[in-house]
């Protein structure tokens, strides 16, 4: 019950009044001194025979009158609920995105969303629409209720809120979850026999970290009448610091690079003294301490002493938020690089091709090129190669082998020095008549009509190394009888005649030069542009050499790639710790948690680790303004549920009693006059 | 009580009572003899009554009766209790109790004796220790003349320290309402009695005290502390006389237990009454105190 003027209530004190003044009255006012009070009890006050109030009864109804007398002028009233009006209520679609990314794992932020759900969840009314779906970088529902009903509908969904037991270990794109809900709730409509929805709403409940994906949201035309409600949990974030490994861009390019990791330290964070830990498969930890400010990186590379002692996580110590302080390394195991050199020329020749071949290539800790060189007229068998250069005609029963093994997807760079290798080109491209002219020329030719697009020479597209005329060709050749279709024209010369070419016969590739590199052919192999186009064409081989074991969780990993697509037998992929169980797949893996993981297949195995995604170690709260920046229509972030409740209060009837108390009122006025007339009638004088 | 000099007060009382004297509970060597006893070896031979020996041939020695003085201590309750009463409620408890020691001081003064006072209330006020001169008469007139200002009654803590301040043995008359609790009475009276003092307590109450004759619901507050109590005293009055006569029984029995004589007296009561009642005491408890010797030394 409430009152519309409730200060009236004061003038109910009246009625202490009277009874206050008779317990005055009854005061003894006499003071006897007396020599001990140690015989003495404490008694009731004595009464006044005179005063002791003889008309009980009246006093009560003189009471009760006033009493209701204060109580109608304050204008008491009830709020009921009006069950015709709820039902006329305005329908509302709240749709709730709870973040499951890994930066929820600090603290009790996971309780925190978990309440803020609840909530959220006690906003809605009979009717209303709601989802939960949780994000990290994919979004799940959770739940789907299409018309709320109430206790049984918020059942249903505390189950499916209580089986997301705790955070995932993904990153957080609350971009592309706000388009996908967005869309959804825009593309959905009302049932033709339902009752429209009066407010859609996203109430997204994360700690909005600096490391969430945003970019989704960006140019994306946020569809009218959906309104965004930003819950932030975690806002004293103290900082975190995470780790980090720094990939070159060209890992075949760097010799000799040890790994090297990031290191960064929050704005907020609140020690710049952090510890870089290496545990070791041996089950050794090694230890340093790197210096990193607050709001700073520092890039470390992984010391000389621990690169060999198979170091197989790196931790770091000393930052508040413990999620993000593993990371799990598989160090990269150098490949061979087989290049198979089919020719006449010796080793140390500097006049011929393989001795330019042989030093063009670098090693690294990564890649062991082989370089080896065998005769054309050689009757062995063709030997595994990554890469065959043929620099001379080459003999049949070798030459239908290369053919084959480049048809069946082998990379073959061939250098036309000789007419005589006219027969093996017509061979390989699967043409007749292919000839091998010399172009007797007294000037030297250089390229024009470069095909930077082509992925051979994609690394020249640059225009700072897309300049060709300091490369002079003294001697070329010119092919004829090609055929028209499946060869591409890299460059030619500018006389004409093509001087690079591309074929793809089969799965494989084969590169024509109609010039040579040795000096006495042109300048190209003392040129700058000898040796990247000479890695340009293995790239795909050293892609696949060099790739990383290093992934996040929930990249979809390629595992049948660590076999070279061996994957006829299965792989299992089998996770690092105990009480994890080994996984078939087939292709592609996607790890669920971070770890070091092998994928074994029929006669490999292969370790690759699983980290958290970097930018979760970003976790200061995202400015609001960004949010207002990407054009979302902001409800207040701060809207409490009793604002959304308003409306519902307007729908409930307010019913007011005064009537009936002013009814009453008068009664007891007319009982007092009846019964004091009795009185006076009566001998006794009334007393109240 | 009409006259107001207190001097004049104690004269008026004492007049008539001259004549008798009291003896000391010492026993000495004076002119007075009491009695003989057998001579035993070890008595000195001094004594031995020789016209008896040779009458009779037996050896009896002479006992006297020590006729020195006696040392009387009053010790007067100035504490705010003693003020009930004046005006329409008869005469003031402090006023009959200063009356009563003055007139007695008036008397053994006059016997010779050596008269000494304290008055106290929850401390040792003042202490005059008994003497027989000209003035100290004049002395303890005056002390008991000046308005107590005391606070509330320690009996106890003021009885313990007149117990180290009174050395020789000799009467100790205790002048009080006694309206305190009486938890450790009993032990501090026993400091006097056991050090061979002849204690006396008189007890002066107010009739009101006695009957709690109030009228009128009043609020009653305590004199002592202050204290107040809205009462109905005609539905206090019995808790009031059960409580009252309780704490006098256990009073009684203290004093019973220690051979202490106490005489409980209201301001209603005239002095000269109470006087002669006190002094008709003396004597005869002298007598026992001898009787109580003597059966010592024969054994």
Known sequence: MSFLTPLYLLGALGLAIPIILHLLHDRPKNKQAFGSLMFLDKTKPPVDRKRRPTHLLLLLLRCLALLLLAFVFARPFVTVDDPAAAARRDRQWITVLLDRSASMQRGDLW??????????????GPGDRFSLIAYDNSTDSLAEVKSWLGSASETEVNAQLERLAKPGFGGSNLGQALVFVGEAMQETESEPDEQPFARREIIVISDLQKGSHLGDVQGYEWPTGIWVSLKQIGEDDQGNAGIEQVFSRVPWATAEAAPSFRISNSANGIGDELEFLAHTTAGETLSQKVHVPPGRSRVV?????????????????GDTAEFDNQFHFAQNRQQAVRIVYIGEDKPNDAEGSLFYLASAFQQSNTLDFQVEAISGKSTDALPEADLFVIGDAVDNPLAQALGQTIESGATALMVVQSPGQAANLGQWLGADGVVIRDIASSD???????????????????????????????KHRELQNLPDEGIDVLARFDSGPPAWLAARPGDGRLLVMTSGWTPADSQLALSTKFIPLLYSILQPVLEQKTQSRQFIVGNRIDVARFGNGQAAAGITVIPSGDGMEAVSVDTFFTPPTPGLYTAKGAGWSETFAVNLPAAESRTEPIVMEQFQKLGLPMSAPTATPAVAGAPKKAEALRREYWQWALAAMLLFVTLETVLAAKGSRATEPVMT | MEIRSLSLRARAVVEGFMSGLHRSPRTGFSTEFTEYRQYSPGDDVRFLDWKVMARTDREFIKKFEDETNLRCTFMVDFSKSMEFGGDDAGVKKSDYGRTFAASLAWFLTQQRDAVGLATFDRDVREFIPPRYRQDQLKTILGRLETQPAGNATDLCQALEKLASLVGKRGMIVLVSDFLSPLDEMERCLSLFTAAGHDVRAVQVLHPREVDFSFEDAAIFEDMESGQNLILDPGMARESYQQKYNAHNAALDAIFSAQGIPGFRVTTAEPLERVLQRFLEERPARAVVRQRRSNARNAA
Do not use: C, M
């Open chain 1, 111 to 124: 309780a925190q969303a978990k309440a803020k759900t609840q909530t959220a969840i006690g906003q809605l």
């Open chain 1, 301 to 317: 590379e992984l010391p000389g002493e621990w690169a060999g002692k198979s170091v197989e996580r790196l931790a770091i110590r």
């Open chain 1, 444 to 474: 030297y030719a250089l390229l024009q009509s470069l095909k930077l697009d082509d992925p051979v020479l994609a690394v020249f597209r640059d225009a700072r190394f897309s300049d060709f005329t300091n490369l002079h060709f003294w």
